[in-house]
């Protein structure tokens, strides 16, 4: 597999986010393929996907750079503190290649839910990232439930019901 270098990737990510826009639904996963694991350095301390076996996880990987992103860190906050207690784990990826940038970001917009760094690329091609904000829902089983391009405000309702569903699915 091909790693980018930093520039490049954020290169790539800001064109292809350009050239596919906000509704792009063409993906490198399948929903129901099992979503591909990450050990990542987060604020917290190292942010790993299997270490939230049974929990409905929302994966978001954002950029400071991205106005979009910045418009769902709100509603992420919202969710996340209304399902806590249901079990949803969101996990922010942020791929900025200076995570001083992030961390910028972070202090002006703070965030109710755990953030990762990833500025190598690697993890954003494993899934198939090719825009900012892309979301992967995550079921109690670990296969990709529901996948999203872009963050509007039109689309909080629709990304709720699909958290709400991954939370009253059979456990």
Same mark, same amino acid.
């Given at each position: 597999?091909?790693?980018?270098? %930093?520039? !490049?990737?954020?290169?790539?990510?800001?064109? =292809?986010?350009?050239?596919?826009?906000?509704? /792009?639904?063409?993906?490198?996963?399948?929903? &129901?393929?099992? /979503?591909?694991? *990450?050990?990542?350095? &987060?604020?917290?301390?190292? @942010?790993?996907?299997?270490?939230? $076996?049974?929990?409905?996880?929302?994966?978001? #990987?954002?950029?400071?750079?991205?106005?979009?992103?910045?418009? =769902?860190? /709100?509603?992420?906050?919202?969710?996340?503190?209304?399902?806590?207690?249901?079990?949803?784990?969101?996990?922010? @990826?942020?791929?900025?290649? %200076?995570?001083?940038?992030?961390?910028?970001?972070?202090?002006?917009?703070? /965030?109710? #839910?755990?953030?990762?760094? +990833?500025?190598?690329? @690697?993890?954003?091609?494993?899934?198939?990232? !090719? &825009?900012?904000?892309? =979301? *992967?829902?995550?079921?109690?089983?670990?296969?990709?439930?529901?996948?999203?391009?872009? #963050?509007?405000?039109?689309?909080?309702?629709?990304?709720?019901?699909?958290?709400?569903? $991954?939370? +009253?699915?059979?456990?």
């Amino acid at each position: 597999m091909m790693i980018f270098k %930093k520039k !490049k990737l954020k290169a790539l990510l800001v064109a =292809s986010f350009l050239f596919l826009g906000c509704n /792009a639904t063409s993906y490198a996963l399948e929903v &129901g393929s099992k /979503a591909p694991n *990450f050990s990542l350095p &987060g604020t917290q301390g190292t @942010v790993e996907l299997s270490s939230t $076996a049974g929990s409905v996880v929302y994966v978001d #990987f954002w950029a400071s750079w991205c106005g979009p992103c910045k418009q =769902s860190f /709100a509603w992420m906050n919202t969710m996340q503190d209304k399902y806590r207690t249901q079990g949803l784990k969101i996990i922010g @990826v942020n791929l900025d290649s %200076k995570t001083e940038d992030a961390k910028k970001f972070l202090a002006q917009t703070p /965030a109710h #839910f755990t953030v990762a760094f +990833e500025s190598k690329g @690697v993890t954003p091609m494993n899934y198939g990232v !090719k &825009g900012m904000p892309t =979301s *992967f829902l995550v079921g109690r089983d670990g296969k990709i439930i529901f996948q999203h391009l872009g #963050f509007k405000e039109a689309d909080r309702e629709l990304l709720e019901k699909q958290i709400k569903a $991954a939370l +009253e699915a059979k456990k």
